[in-house]
């Protein structure tokens, strides 16, 4: 397990951009795959953005793609989301995933931030 702490969500206008902040405790952060999800009020948590462990596969949601960019820089052991032309529709709360295996299908062993909300207004 590993220690995840978001940052960077608020409001911001359709249209607008927001970058998504996760921090990862330990000296192992090169050896997890991370993801970025996201859940809307009555909707259940979907998947947004995932990276392999050095960065150099990344995987889109076609709902976000082409607009969201994740990166991750593993000397800082962070993991970011660069959300671009935002949408009413991206309101959630976003939360960062870790996983050791296989990040796109996460499980039991899948860590977890605590979620950060962001909210774009019409």
């Known amino acids: 397990q590993v220690l995840l702490v978001e940052s960077g969500g608020g409001l911001v206008q359709a249209g607008g951009s927001l970058r998504l902040s996760c921090a990862a405790s330990?000296?192992?952060?090169?050896?997890?795959?991370m993801g970025w999800f996201r859940q809307a009020p009555g909707k259940e948590r979907e998947f947004v953005a995932a990276?392999?462990?050095?960065?150099?596969?990344?995987y889109y949601a076609d709902s976000v793609k082409g607009r969201f960019t994740i990166s991750r820089d593993n000397a800082k052991n962070t993991v970011y989301l660069q959300m671009n032309r935002l949408k009413p529709v991206d309101t959630a709360v976003y939360y960062c995933?870790?996983?050791?295996?296989?990040?796109?299908?996460?499980?039991?062993?899948?860590?977890w931030g605590q979620g950060t909300q962001v909210t774009v207004s019409s």
């Open positions: 330990g000296r192992t952060f090169s050896s997890y795959e």
């Open positions: 990276t392999r462990r050095s960065g150099g596969s990344t």
């Open positions: 995933a870790a996983d050791q295996h296989n990040i796109l299908v996460p499980d039991f062993r899948t860590s």
